[in-house]
């Protein structure tokens, strides 16, 4: 992909002679790629934390999504920890779910995202952590952790599954100039749920694996 931008400003810059400043062609040449490294870390799957107060929820019932990770991340490569100390992003999408029948013909989730009208479906507390959009978080350090805290209370009925995932993670590591690396911009970091009242072998009886990717519950 940078190889491609790199491109894609040579030609701009070529159909244009004075569209790109001096800085600009500059600050080009310095971050072209000239080697290329593989993934430098490799973490696991980090915990985040989803529940209900009960199996059976109801309008002005409060889903609750809680992160807290050690900032040292274990690293398989080298056994060790790798402090996470720039940032952590997160992705909360929690949209509308597709009942499926085990015996019907299709196996797949109809996409019906509530993103454009979320509020009227729920409204969201921040208790730790930044909101950036409806379905975006930045947790925060604290006291070696980073940790989030997030609350969904419903305000509509309805068959509702949440997908957590990484967005941004920065360690603040930096590789020499002219020095890029391959593979997963996370270092493989995942997030797996630990769940309670989790429902989404009932909205999903086909993927019994979803259980650790997605949380699902009813709002009746």
Known sequence: MKKIN????????SL???SC???????FLDNRCHEYVDQIFKFGHQDIYVRTASPSVHIGDTLFVKVKLNQNFYDSHSNKGVLVKEKLSLLLRLTTAARQNATSGSVFAIDTSIYNVFDQ????VVIIGQQKDKYRFDCVRRNGYWELDV???????GTFDLYPAIMELETGAE???????????????????????NRIA????????DQKILFGFYVE
């Open 21 to 27: 400043t001096i800085p600009q062609i500059q600050a």
């Open 151 to 157: 609350r969904f209370v419903a305000k509509r009925k």
């Open 202 to 209: 009932e909205i999903y009886p086909l993927y019994p694996e």
């Open 16 to 18: 244009s002679l004075f």
């Open 6 to 13: 790199n491109l894609l400003l040579i030609g701009v810059c």
């Open 175 to 197: 590789l020499p100039k002219g020095i890029c690396m391959l593979g997963d911009p996370h270092f493989g970091a995942k997030l797996k749920i630990q769940g309670t009242n």
């Open 121 to 124: 479906y729920f409204k969201t």
